[in-house]
């Protein structure tokens, strides 16, 4: 049988993130108040998942707040004690909820995209239906030149009587 090891320093339970100025440590939810935020949240951060913004007029003000004091827990109260501006406060809560429902990957890119999608830097397959297109700087190797064709060769006896026909 597997003997599994403590995580102890290797299993870091909590989210930093820097808001003007200040290192803010975002603790996980105790394992009730994240089952509700992941209930919550399921069908938000699968909308984010697939490039979308997140919808929240699903919710009124006080179910936001409450969402998002789930998703800072003490953090909530420190952020407005800090005077911190709603629109912070409100990216912070939503960063939290895409690391508590997701992963610290997902998390990150929406704290990075300021939770517009459209400012993510594009896919590998987007990057290549640009260069496709032209919008993309045209590369400076030539491209090798076929060697399939009989261009250049004298034909053979069976290819004579083929072109000549």
Known sequence: M?????????????????????????PSPPAEDGLKVQQITTLASRLVAGGEAVDTTLLDDEEEVDLLRLCLGPVYDELCAAGVSWSWVRHAGLTAMFWIVSDIDTAQRYWETAGDPSRAAPNREA???AAKSGSAAASTTPRRGSTSGTKGRKATGSSRKAAQT
Do not use: H, N, S, W
């Open 127 to 129: 990057r290549r239906a």
């Open 2 to 26: 597997a003997r599994f090891e403590a995580l102890g320093e290797l299993f870091d339970d909590a989210l930093e993130l820097p808001i003007q100025g200040k290192t803010y440590r975002i």
